[in-house]
């Protein structure tokens, strides 16, 4: 699977747009893009996932672009329950394996 | 959504015991199971993947024989740490893929701690 490249950490104010950066410049074209967050000591929790159009559901919103070589996760307005390590993977459709980096730690600040 | 329910969420053991640790689909039926396992301050490792009915295929640098595998049914795999060191003191999370095509979904993990 392609290798990710994420930001250590970021703050957001609460109640603004998180945005996420995550680069994945080797990525291939039966790759997707999942997005999992960790809050401490829980197991991570699925997020989102896309191909090469850009998601949303009822949690975030991906935004993938259009070379698939960088993608963002949008947390509309957080809170501080967002407060978590979030994971961007790239994984081959078929390959069940999930392959974590080191994430970006997000704070969410009051 | 898709439910993955780990127990216990926390063990305390003495060195050299044995420790058993469920993990359970409950609202779908889960052909593979991955566990991995997560120390402090650091990324979750796979050590593992567990399909129903067979042999689990172990990672690169994880004891076949230390951390015991077994997938008997569709809904459940348990991993068993066996002769427990401090060493193997951890957060130990499994996580469970449906025969959909669904996202991988984890439970919330067991933190052993092997005194």
């Known amino acids: 699977d392609a290798k990710t490249t994420q930001p250590t950490s970021m703050d957001c104010a609460e109640g603004r747009a998180a945005n996420l950066p995550c680069n994945h410049s080797t990525i291939s074209g039966n790759e997707y893009v999942y997005w999992y967050r960790q809050i401490h000591s829980q197991g991570p929790q699925y997020i989102i996932h896309?191909?090469?159009n850009n998601e949303t559901n009822e949690m975030a919103s991906l935004i993938i672009t259009e070379d698939r070589k960088s993608s963002t996760l949008i947390l509309p307005h957080a809170t501080l329950r967002d407060t978590a390590v979030y994971y961007c993977i790239v994984r081959v459709v078929g390959n069940e394996k999930l392959t974590f980096g080191t994430g970006t730690r997000l704070t969410i600040i009051p | 959504g898709a439910v993955v329910s780990q127990h216990p969420s926390r063990v305390i053991c003495k060195s050299g015991t044995s420790v058993k640790i469920e993990c359970r689909s409950l609202d779908f039926q889960a052909t593979t199971m991955f566990w991995y396992r997560q120390f402090p301050k650091q990324s979750l490792m796979l050590m593992a993947t567990s399909n129903e009915g067979s042999k689990a295929t172990y990672e690169q640098g994880v004891e076949k024989d230390k951390f015991l595998i077994n997938h008997a049914s569709l809904t459940l795999s348990t991993l068993t740490v066996t002769s427990a060191h401090p060493e193997d003191s951890s957060f130990y999370i499994c996580?469970?893929?449906?025969?959909?095509?669904?996202?991988?979904?984890f439970g919330n993990g067991t933190r052993l701690t092997v005194t």
């Open positions: 996580s469970a893929l449906g025969t959909d095509n669904s996202p991988l979904h």
């Open positions: 896309g191909l090469k």
